[in-house]
Nanobody, 125 residues
C-alpha cells in the first residue's frame, strides 16, 4: 500500500487550496482515508476522514465549514478542499489509510495503517 500526497505550497490568508492523496496497492472500496496535520511544535491532529461509503467524519472543530473531503474512486484519490485559510492552518498534512477498515476510526494515529509522506503548506498572513 502506498499513499502519495500532493498540492502543498504557499497561500495567502483567506485563500483556498486543494490537497490530493492518491492511493495504490489497496482495494479502494475496503478503506477509509483520513487527513491529519502537524504544525511545528504541536502534536499530530486529525482533520477529516472519509469512509469507503463516503461517510465523512470531522475530527477538528477548527476546520468545520472551511474544509471538505471527497474521494474519487476512478482515480483512487481523496481530496481535501480548504477554504478561508488561516495562518494557524499551516502544517504538514498527511493522509493515512484505515488499516483495512471501511469506516473512520477515532483520530488516533496508531489506529491508521500506511501513511503518506506528507505535504507542507504555509498560510501567510
Amino acid at each position: 500500500v502506498q499513499l502519495v500526497e500532493s498540492g502543498g505550497g504557499l497561500v495567502q490568508a483567506g485563500g483556498s487550496l486543494r490537497l490530493s492523496c492518491t492511493a495504490s496497492g489497496l482495494t479502494w472500496d475496503d478503506y477509509a482515508i483520513g487527513w491529519f496535520r502537524q504544525a511545528p511544535g504541536k502534536e499530530r491532529e486529525g482533520v477529516l476522514c472519509i469512509s469507503s461509503i463516503d461517510r465523512v467524519t470531522n475530527y477538528a472543530d477548527a476546520v468545520k465549514g472551511r474544509f471538505t473531503i471527497s474521494r474519487d474512486g476512478a482515480k483512487n484519490t481523496v481530496y481535501l478542499e480548504m477554504h478561508s485559510l488561516k495562518p494557524e492552518d499551516t502544517a504538514v498534512y498527511s493522509c493515512a489509510e484505515s488499516h483495512g477498515i471501511i469506516h473512520c476510526h477515532e483520530p488516533n494515529p496508531p489506529l491508521f495503517g500506511t501513511w503518506g509522506q506528507g505535504t507542507q503548506f504555509t498560510v501567510s498572513s
